[in-house]
């Protein structure tokens, strides 16, 4: 089955600078992969996901790259804000009904 | 967005009784629903998929008969939890997607205290 691995556990920067995030997975076979913030006590949100037809995915601070070759994605926070503060969760699942596999998570804190 | 329900948002019970945890579709047809457990500063955990009017396909080490899944309808599936223990005290949270859809969406969450 899959396996997603994430890295750093632990993450902080100052407020302004750049937050990189890494993920690898192990099955060629998965096509979608998301990331998901998730505050203390609350349900994940998606912030931004990409598809293994595109290498790169924007959204204003945000972008996803994706290197199908050598099985690894990775998130990119730029202009960081301490509201970014959170822990964030990459996931890798293929088409179908198949279930979402996340990484451990990568608690991020922003510093003032 | 698709808009997922989950009640309750905690309870708390006693050891060796049963909580029924609810996940409502509000706004499209979840024809395949997730259940994933969180244990403090953890990663989610998958404890099983439904798909509705089929038996669900629970992950290894997760019991079946303690964990019971039920997808009835296109809307709603419930998790009873059996017997339960403190070691079951969790954040339990479902997520539900319709056929073809990448994105699942997830529920708010319920915090479980067995005392």
């Known amino acids: 089955g899959e396996n997603v691995e994430q890295h750093p556990s632990t993450l902080s920067v100052q407020e302004g600078d750049s937050a990189v995030i890494k993920c690898t997975y192990s099955?060629?076979?998965?096509?979608?992969f998301p990331w998901y913030k998730q505050e203390l006590g609350k349900r994940p949100q998606l912030i931004i996901d990409?598809?293994?037809?595109?290498g790169e995915k924007k959204d204003q601070r945000i972008a996803v790259t994706l290197n199908k070759t050598a099985k690894h994605f990775s998130l990119h926070i730029t202009e960081t804000q301490p509201e970014d503060s959170a822990v964030y969760f990459c996931a890798a699942s293929r088409e179908g009904n198949t279930p979402l596999v996340f990484g451990k998570g990568t608690r991020l804190s922003v510093i003032a | 967005g698709a808009v997922v329900s989950q009640h309750p948002s905690w309870v708390i019970c006693k050891s060796g009784t049963s909580v029924k945890i609810e996940c409502r579709s509000l706004d499209f047809q979840a024809t395949t629903m997730f259940w994933y457990r969180q244990f403090p500063k953890q990663s989610l955990m998958l404890m099983a998929t439904?798909?509705?009017?089929?038996?669900?396909?629970?992950e290894q080490g997760v019991e079946k008969d303690k964990f019971l899944i039920n997808h009835a309808s296109l809307t709603l599936s419930t998790l009873t939890v059996t017997s339960a223990h403190p070691e079951d005290s969790s954040f339990y949270i479902c997520?539900?997607?319709?056929?073809?859809?990448?994105?699942?969406?997830f529920g708010p969450g319920t915090r479980l205290t067995v005392t």
């Open positions: 997520s539900a997607r319709d056929w073809g859809w990448d994105e699942q969406y």
């Open positions: 099955d060629s076979a998965s096509n979608y």
């Open positions: 439904s798909n509705e009017g089929s038996k669900a396909t629970y």
């Open positions: 990409i598809r293994s037809n595109v």
